[in-house]
């Protein structure tokens, strides 16, 4: 029984990706997800991702590319004001504008330099560097 299918997928890319493999599937498949992956993949930590249909659900075949440091989620999901950037930036990621925090908004999944510019605030999600 899973109960951070999120937290289980950013797992099993971490852990392919220190094993030096190509490519990795993660299930099951969500929009949450697909979002999340679209995010990493615009940033360049991921290659392509396509679906792959099964009866469980299905699941995401991910590309490797060798760019992750390090990847996971934030427990528990904490509220973040468009002021309050810099503060999580600096309790989740290494250094000033090196990787990225992902927060669900009411205008959809994005990451924290968008939020920035569209001036609003969320839920963390995730962050990878």
Request: glycine share 8%; charged share 20%.
């Given at each position: 029984?899973?109960?951070?299918?999120?937290?289980?997928?950013?797992?099993?890319?971490?852990?392919?990706?220190?094993?030096?493999?190509?490519?990795?599937?993660?299930?099951?498949?969500?929009?949450?997800?697909?979002?999340?992956?679209?995010?990493?993949?615009?940033?360049?930590?991921?290659?392509?991702?396509?679906?792959?249909e099964d009866g469980r659900g299905g699941s995401y075949r991910v590309e490797l590319r060798g760019a992750i440091n390090q990847c996971g989620v934030v427990k528990p999901r904490h509220s973040v004001g468009r002021q309050e950037f810099e503060q999580w930036e600096s309790r989740y990621l290494p250094a000033k504008d090196f990787g990225l925090l992902i927060l669900t908004t009411n205008q959809g999944v994005m990451h924290h330099y968008d939020a920035k510019s569209s001036r609003i605030g969320g839920r963390l999600l995730a962050y990878v560097f």
């Open positions: 029984m899973q109960f951070d299918p999120l937290n289980d997928a950013l797992g099993k890319i971490f852990n392919a990706e220190q094993a030096g493999k190509y490519n990795v599937d993660v299930s099951p498949a969500s929009k949450l997800l697909a979002s999340v992956l679209d995010i990493m993949q615009q940033a360049g930590y991921i290659g392509a991702f396509e679906r792959d």
